[in-house]
């Protein structure tokens, strides 16, 4: 079959008119509600923004965080699990005094990820820094690597874990980030309980999403990452430091 | 192979069990109390359920991917015994076939082993009085 | 060229039966910790979520690095050729590859899920240099164990250097990646720098040989074979330079650190006021480690005396140890430097030194590593003829040595 100039013109501006809408078509798709079928997307990249001008001397965040995903103390500060904790600033200079919370920054450039040697710390598409249980052998190199301190080692046999939860003997953990909640479309605890309880000083949001009202607020206003030269594109950023 | 080798033994075990000399090890205790049927096939679970969870954590725990069908907190859900609420135990569903079996198992020392209640229901809702 | 003979040692004596029950004895402690700390979890150990690194690393480490540094003699023979160092080739191959196993027993033994050890050999992240040491010490087991054959099969001579010489760079590479476990780590003010490579290089080299050193004088006054002069001198030369070496790396880092601004409060906190960081600094490392050894080897008459030459080779393997303790405990006791310029609370002892004293099951199992070291190489030399009949000086006349022109004393 033979095409003349104008036919093949109409057919060339209809392909090139679908190739780029399809892609559009499939993002509006996405920014809906992800199913249990399918897979995280690099598409979205979760963080979190936290004002330390909001937060005050309450712990709720670390309450909530602790009961969700079934973080006991035994009564060992030295070796019991803190997926996040409140850290308290005073500057040696001027005096000025500050609190935030800290949890695993969730990096673009994970150390942890890099000194895995099964690769049980990883990062996944859609930014999270998790550790695959199964595959970790609690060597402990990424707790030695994490320029946060985020990680902790499950030093003694765990009973009563929260099904969504999993969390053993031997291996390491860290925040995150609630992803059995993200995955459901809801908040991390910490973030929730903040907003309900707390100073209202954390928000979730989507990093990635061109109007999402976290990019929106990040370009809006100044906020800073911890250990900026260090390079690492942390997903958890902070105003007022 | 192990599963293969496990699913014999049992059948050995059951069919002894009609003569009236007790067994030596305490045969499994599979009892059948939610539910009509499992996810696949009882033989197919009874040889394959380990290759099933092993391939369904990965995409869980890598890709996000959380279909309930092979999911563990599924099996536990439905398997966990109403009396103990839990699927290890002497009597327990996992437990008592795998200590039968003289397979190690290793699931339980991270997964919780007891059913969800008023599953996945968000903070706020469960908080309420 | 004179045929050097080899054979094993009698190992019949009621001394040596003692000396293995004795390391059995050791091995078997620190197997019962291990499985003690594996079976509660480690909070039974002195190790936290602060100090996940604690003293068996520290021996893990020392036996690791001591392993590649004992193939030097080996290494000098076979691919430097110098023929001197070639009765005691059998006897450093050996030992590095008993080092190693003893280094590695530890580390396993200590991990969260030693069960998992089947992962951790068959699952790679090749970003991670961990990842890439597991691949290279197993790969240095074979290899010299491959060497070891080629020296002890007489019709494989002929490729005993370039086994040798494939030996000599497997491991290069290797300390390389030892030292880069820390070097690479962005986290931390003891870190991060490129200088631990060759830091770990030249430990090893140094280390290695002392003990090197220590285990040939007593497998040979043991078995009652004559070791020459010549042999011990030439070796003692060495460890006085490898000791000089260890300790100018050790000057540059901290120099270096000293200049810069950012790096003065963890400079503090090492050469002043760490408490027993600072003591093992000073006292351990560069006291005992670098500047006694190097007084009792470069010493006109001391150097002469064997007993002070073991003192020494003593002394470097104290300092290596507080060397080690320094860096991989006292690099985690400080704090993470998260906020410059502030002073920092948290229930996590976010900006405090923390504190780490070792437990029982720690020291076990670290001496259950080293005792494992040992006990290998002593049944490995009964086994196999690894130690030459004669190291004596008039023996070695034909092999090419400069004869020493003064007689030398033996104490």
């Known amino acids: 079959m033979s095409l003349d100039r104008r036919h093949f013109i109409g057919l060339g501006a209809a392909v090139t008119a679908g190739a780029v809408l399809a892609p559009g078509l499939r993002l509006i798709e996405l920014v809906q509600a992800r199913s249990p079928e399918e897979s995280a997307s690099v598409l979205r990249r979760w963080g979190l923004l936290i004002d330390t001008a909001l937060c005050t001397d309450c712990e709720v965040c670390v309450t909530a965080c602790h009961e969700e995903n079934g973080v006991s103390g035994h009564g060992r500060p030295a070796t019991d699990a803190q997926w996040i904790r409140k850290v308290g600033l005073r500057d040696k200079r001027t005096g000025h005094a500050q609190t935030l919370p800290l949890m695993c920054q969730h990096c673009a450039h994970p150390p942890c990820v890099d000194v895995c040697p099964t690769g049980a710390s990883f990062k996944r598409a859609d930014g999270i820094v998790l550790v695959d249980k199964h595959t970790c052998i609690g060597c402990r190199y990424c707790v030695m690597a994490c320029p946060y301190g985020a990680r902790s080692f499950i030093h003694e046999t765990v009973t009563g874990q929260k099904p969504d939860v999993p969390r053993g003997k031997g291996t390491v953990e860290s925040c995150t980030l609630c992803v059995h909640r993200i995955d459901r479309d809801e908040q991390p605890a910490c973030v929730e309980a903040c907003a309900r309880d707390g100073g209202k000083a954390m928000m979730f949001g989507d990093l990635g999403e061109n109007d999402g009202e976290l990019r929106e607020r990040l370009r809006r206003q100044p906020s800073s990452q911890l250990r900026p030269e260090l390079a690492l594109d942390t997903g958890v950023r902070y105003q007022g430091l | ?129 | 060229m004179t045929t050097i003979h080899y054979r094993e040692i009698a190992g019949r004596s009621a001394g040596f039966l003692a000396l293995l029950g004795l390391l059995g004895a050791l091995v078997a402690a620190g197997l019962g910790a291990a499985w003690y700390m594996e079976h509660n979890g480690h909070y039974v150990t002195g190790m936290s979520n602060q100090i996940v690194w604690g003293l068996p690393h520290v021996f893990a480490v020392f036996l690791i690095v001591a392993a590649s540094g004992a193939l030097n003699v080996a290494s000098i023979a076979s691919v430097f050729g110098r023929e001197a160092y070639q009765p005691l080739a059998r006897l450093s191959g050996l030992l590095s590859i008993t080092l190693l196993a003893g280094g590695l027993s530890v580390l396993v033994l200590d991990l969260g899920r030693p069960d998992r050890l089947i992962v951790a050999m068959t699952q790679y992240n090749f970003k991670s240099i961990f990842a890439w040491n597991i691949f290279l010490y197993t790969g240095f087991f074979a290899i010299v164990a491959v060497y070891l054959w080629m020296m002890f099969e007489r019709r494989m001579n002929e490729y005993t250097k370039p086994a040798g010489v494939v030996a000599f760079f497997w491991r290069l590479i290797l300390t390389t990646g030892t030292g880069s476990i820390f070097g690479f780590l962005v986290a931390r003010e003891a870190y991060d720098t490129a200088l631990y490579a060759p830091l770990f290089i030249i430990m090893s080299f140094s280390f290695g040989l002392a003990i090197f050193l220590l285990v040939l004088m007593a497998a040979c006054g043991g078995a009652g074979r004559p070791l020459g002069d010549v042999v011990v001198q030439r070796l003692k030369n060495l460890l006085g330079v490898f000791v000089a070496a260890v300790m100018y790396f050790v000057l540059i880092h901290h120099l270096t650190n000293l200049y810069l601004a950012q790096r003065h409060d963890f400079e503090r906190f090492i050469l002043l006021d760490g408490g027993i960081y600072t003591l093992l600094f000073w006292l351990g490392q560069v006291i005992i480690g670098g500047i006694l050894p190097l007084a009792l080897l470069i010493h006109p008459v001391w150097g002469r005396s064997r007993r002070a030459l073991a003192a020494a080779a003593v002394c470097v393997i104290v300092g290596g140890l507080a060397q080690l303790y320094v860096i991989i405990i006292g690099g985690q006791a400080y704090p993470l430097v998260i906020f410059p310029g502030k002073e920092v609370t948290s229930s996590f002892f976010d900006g405090a030194v923390v504190a780490y004293a070792p437990s029982l099951p720690e020291v076990a199992l670290g001496a259950g590593g080293v005792a494992l070291a040992l006990a290998l190489t002593v049944i490995a030399l009964k086994v196999l003829p690894f130690l030459p009949r004669s190291l004596a000086d008039d023996d070695r006349a034909a092999g090419g040595l400069h004869e020493p022109s003064i007689h030398l004393r033996r104490a």
Do not use: W
């Open chain 2, 1 to 129: 192979m192990m599963g293969l080798l496990a699913v014999l033994l049992t059948a050995a075990g059951v069919a002894l069990a009609g003569d009236k000399q007790p067994a030596r090890v305490a045969l499994p205790v599979i009892k059948i109390e939610k539910g009509e049927k499992c996810v696949e096939p009882t033989a197919e679970m009874r040889r394959n359920h380990m290759n099933l969870i092993s391939h369904q954590r990965d995409r869980t725990v890598h890709d996000g991917i959380r279909t309930v069908k092979h999911s563990l907190k599924n099996c536990v859900d439905c398997h966990a015994s109403p009396k103990t609420n839990s699927v290890l135990g002497k009597d327990g569903f996992c437990e008592s076939c795998h200590a039968y079996a003289a397979v190690r198992m290793d699931c339980f020392e991270c997964h919780s082993s007891a059913p969800r209640k008023a599953a996945s229901a968000p903070l706020a809702e469960r908080r309420a009085p």
